[in-house]
């Protein structure tokens, strides 16, 4: 397994942008499909994007941020990003990285590593 850890939430204003970071550790990040997953309060963790291993040629997005959102991959730094444009408030919540060995997931249960959370408040 590998171990995450996000980077990169805060506070910002609606229709304003955000980029999470991922860094995870050991030298096997390639052979890892990566994911994004967020909870608000009294809500279930929900997907939001991931992508694939090795070249990150495959990615997927939740409806709800398809168009705002781009998950990215630097095998090079063991790093995966969610650059979030066009903020709304229902995208506060706490942002997750997953990670999943081989092929893409869109479940929780899909993902065996998880990192601790970054919290994104989008105030209006």
């Known amino acids: 397994q590998v171990q995450l850890v996000e980077s990169g939430g805060g506070l910002v204003q609606a229709g304003g942008s955000l980029t999470l970071s991922c860094a995870a550790s050991?030298?096997?990040?390639?052979?890892?499909?990566m994911g994004w997953f967020r909870q608000a309060p009294g809500k279930e963790r929900e997907f939001v994007a991931t992508i694939i291993a090795w070249n990150g040629a495959v990615t997927q997005y939740a409806d709800s941020v398809k168009g705002r959102f781009t998950i990215s991959r630097d095998n090079a730094k063991n790093t995966v990003y969610l650059q979030m444009n066009s903020l709304k408030s229902e995208d506060t919540a706490v942002y997750y990285c997953?990670?999943?060995?081989?092929?893409?997931?869109?479940?929780?249960?899909?993902?065996?590593?998880w990192g601790q959370g970054t919290q994104v408040t989008v105030s209006s």
């Open positions: 050991g030298r096997t990040f390639s052979q890892y499909s």
């Open positions: 997953a990670a999943k060995f081989g092929g893409t997931g869109t479940r929780t249960r899909d993902f065996g590593s």
